[in-house]
T-cell receptor, first 116, second 113 residues
């Protein structure tokens, strides 16, 4: 069975600094998708970034980028120039799309606090 | 405005009293899904649907039912709620296989006494 592990329950970073959130996963699949979702205090879930496993190039979205290491099964999120609005819970998620199933597996989350 | 709506947003009920949480999306998405969020456990998928009349179990389907009679609606049914189903529930939708961006509803907080 697939699993997603976020080993950092809580992190903090100074405003304008860079922070990296870690995520590892376990799967025997070759084709899958990885996501980072953000959940601010409003509880709304928002997609931050998405990576397709067959693409070697790391995904980037403005200040957010990932370090995707397929062999190591690692998918970390780097937030550059952290802003107060980045304060949120961040969830790493895995989704495979083979054998007719399309299930999502989420990690337990990392609570990030950006300090002024 | 593209959105996923859930009703009710908050619900307090008693053990054994059947309830339904509705979910509706206006984006013509094929894929819809239900999750529960519990402290320390993250989000866990309950059921998902690839299209009308096509549903499948997620990781924690016990005690829940779903149906997909119309493309836009995906209700979650708790036929006999128990206290361990007290949780925050999210509905989400996306195009085709779900490998694209999922759009989440605002959540439904359920308390079962």
């Amino acid at each position: 069975a697939q699993t997603v592990t976020q080993s950092q329950p809580e992190m903090s970073v100074q405003e304008a600094e860079t922070v990296t959130l870690s995520c590892t996963y376990d799967t025997s699949e070759n084709n899958y998708y990885l996501f980072w979702y953000k959940q601010p205090p409003s509880r709304q879930m928002i997609l931050v970034i998405r990576q397709e496993a067959y693409k070697q190039q790391n995904a980037t979205e403005n200040r957010f980028s990932v370090n995707f290491q397929k062999a190591a099964k690692s998918f970390s999120l780097k937030i550059s120039d952290s802003q107060l609005g980045d304060t949120a819970m961040y969830f790493c998620a895995f989704m495979k799309s083979t054998s007719g199933t399309y299930k999502y597996i989420f990690g337990t989350g990392t609570r990030l606090k950006v300090l002024a | 405005e593209a959105q996923v709506t859930q009703n009710p947003r908050y619900l307090i009920t008693v053990t054994g009293k059947k309830l339904t949480v509705t979910c509706s999306q206006n984006m013509n998405h094929e894929y819809m899904s239900w999750y529960r969020q519990d402290p320390g456990l993250g989000l866990r998928q309950i059921y998902y649907s690839m299209n009308v009349e096509v549903t499948d179990k997620g990781d924690v389907p016990e005690g829940y039912k779903v149906s997909r009679k119309e493309k836009r609606n995906f209700p979650l049914i708790l036929e006999s709620p128990s206290p361990n189903q007290t949780s925050l529930y999210f509905c989400a939708s996306s195009t085709w296989t779900g490998a694209e961006t999922q759009y989440f509803g605002p959540g439904t907080r359920l308390l079962v006494l």
